[in-house]
């Protein structure tokens, strides 16, 4: 597939100083908010080019006033997520207290059961030693 001439010259007119594909990016601050502009890739040849014309000075306000929502949203979120987690962690303190409340409760019901049961049970007999194999070492020879 062969291109056109002026496809080729768009191709060349975005190719940066070292021969490279430059690409676009947009600015987000200063005068120039809002304006795309192309760049070296590598950015090693200096290579800067604007795509869009500058913004109105209406328009640079609005953007301005949408980062400074944006802003002010993210930090209201941080403190909402801040505070259920701090809501979460003192349930989980309040779950493991209770826990290990409950914990020492059963393992004092235990404790209590295990005695109950030894008190009432028949005291072991001695257990006889098993039989050996073989006969005593005095009777070997
Ligand atoms: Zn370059």
Known sequence: MSRSLDECD?????MCDCYRMSVEKTR???????????????GVCGFHKWVD???CTRGQEALRELQR???????????????LL????RRLEDERKKFTESLAGLSLLCDVVKNLVLEASDPVEPVEPAPSLYPPMEEWE
């Open 10 to 14: 768009a191709i060349l007119d975005n």
């Open 28 to 42: 987000w601050y200063g005068d120039a908010i809002g304006r795309r502009y192309r760049e070296c890739p590598e």
């Open 53 to 55: 014309p500058p913004l």
């Open 69 to 83: 929502r944006h802003e002010v949203s993210y930090e209201d979120d941080c403190r909402r997520r801040d505070a």
């Open 86 to 89: 701090a809501w979460y962690d």
